[in-house]
């Protein structure tokens, strides 16, 4: 799996995390938060994954696995990992992440935004003028992946390729909620405004949250989805904007509680589904919309 494709899929996480610091491995024995909605012939299991750990850390997947092993269908976010999917990806940046004419990078911010921006980026390894071609929502996601991986995080080993890995040796068949370039193009067409914003934001996460990433894995390793969405969804989280995080969480959780209703009312026999930590936190979670669709979702009581 390209490192490209890994921080493409998990960006809105990623870019809290430090510019310099360094990620320490982490051992916890409780197991991540699992939520459960059973109906009389169909038991659904909804897991929340980090998107990436320190080089290192053990956490308490045989419980996981055991739900993995029991289910007939695994249905993940998104497709991250195959050979087509990357394909698919490598042939749409051109079309939407670069810009075709004489416009740059720079030309969108201010002269005092530009000297902000250089110098974050260049302590990455990327001066602002090595990212001209790329249109804001790419270069947020290009300095995202400089910062990552200036850390010591498992790109390889991901809670969500553990997850992909278990169920294809033992045979499961594996669905996804969304292809491999939903999530792409609802970025490519955000508007100038949203995606300038959404350039500076990630920037200044990268400069001034130093610890969030090591926070967000801690978090998430002990199941305090309190923590999770005070790093994710607080005053100082990872949203640039309410359109945004109206297009990238609220519409796509609504999405996902309809087809999770579907699939409670289609479907028989035992479901694992994995999606992305945030997800499940905060306010507008997708638990919190099941709920208020008058789905009976029950969280389950961690391993100690």
Not at 67 to 88: G, M, P, V
Not at 137 to 152: D, F, G, N, P, T
Request: hydrophobic share 40%.
């Amino acid at each position: 799996m390209s490192k490209f494709w890994m921080l493409f899929i998990t960006f809105f996480t990623l870019s809290q995390s430090a510019c310099q610091s360094s990620a320490l491995p982490l051992q916890y024995e409780k197991t991540p938060a699992l939520w459960t909605i059973d109906d009389d012939d169909t038991t659904l299991h909804i897991f929340g994954y980090a998107p990436v750990l320190p080089k290192g850390t053990v956490w308490n997947n045989e419980d996981i696995n055991m739900h993995i092993d029991a289910s007939n269908l695994i249905i993940i976010e998104s497709d991250n990992s195959s050979q087509d999917a990357q394909t698919l990806i490598q042939t749409l940046i051109p079309d939407i992440g670069l810009y075709k004419d004489s416009q740059t990078l720079s030309a969108q911010f201010s002269q005092e935004e530009q000297d902000e921006l250089n110098e974050v980026t260049t302590q990455l390894g990327a001066p602002l003028a090595a990212l001209e071609a790329l249109r804001p929502w790419l270069a947020s996601i290009q300095v995202s992946v400089l910062a990552i991986s200036k850390q010591e995080f498992d790109l390889v080993n991901t809670p969500v390729m553990q997850i992909t890995d278990r169920a294809k040796t033992k045979g499961k068949p594996i669905n996804y909620l969304e292809t491999p370039d939903h999530l792409m193009r609802i970025m490519a067409n955000f508007s100038d405004r949203e995606q300038k914003y959404l350039f500076l934001h990630a920037v200044r996460s990268l400069r001034d949250n130093p610890q969030q990433q090591s926070k967000l894995s801690q978090a998430w390793l002990s199941g305090d989805i309190e923590q999770i969405s005070e790093i994710l969804h607080g005053e100082n989280g990872s949203w640039s904007s309410p359109q945004i995080y109206q297009a990238l969480l609220i519409e796509r959780n609504k999405n996902w509680t309809k087809k999770i209703k579907d699939l409670m009312k289609d479907q028989t026999g035992n479901i694992f589904m994995a999606v992305g930590l945030g997800h499940l936190a905060g306010p507008d979670s997708l638990i919190k919309m099941l709920e208020r669709e008058d789905v009976k979702v029950k969280r389950q009581k961690q391993i100690d």
